[in-house]
């Protein structure tokens, strides 16, 4: 059974920063894409920045120069750092694992919140 757990989440102050960290279990960390979408209230979810199996990443225009994923493969464990943060920022961040290897599958953590607000 994969499973991912989020952390890392909490209330910051404009412009502080936070990290977050998603750990896989049940499975290993380098047959997967990995992403990290986030939820406000009324919103849809969206694509905050993904890492390719290679490292290989890709951010939201609204969070690039701000936030940076990376992977440590050794850990099963992906993060976010997000610094520079904005009130708009707030939300619940979730953690996305595509399983690149066939059977394709995805897997979703259970989420965290970051609220930005003084």
């Known amino acids: 059974q994969v499973q991912l757990v989020e952390s890392g989440g909490g209330l910051v102050q404009p412009g502080g920063s936070l990290r977050l960290s998603c750990t896989v279990s049940g499975s290993i960390l380098s047959i997967y894409a990995m992403g990290w979408y986030r939820q406000a209230p009324g919103k849809q979810r969206e694509l905050v920045a993904f890492?390719?199996?290679?490292?290989?990443?890709n951010y939201a225009d609204f969070v690039k120069g701000r936030f940076t994923i990376s992977r440590d493969n050794s850990k099963n464990t992906v993060y976010l750092q997000m610094n520079s943060l904005k009130s708009e920022d707030t939300a619940v961040y979730y953690c996305?694992?595509?399983?690149?290897?066939?059977?394709?599958?995805?897997?979703w953590g259970q989420g965290t919140q970051v609220t930005v607000s003084s």
């Open positions: 890492i390719s199996r290679d490292g290989s990443t």
């Open positions: 996305n694992a595509h399983r690149v290897v066939p059977p394709t599958m995805d897997y």
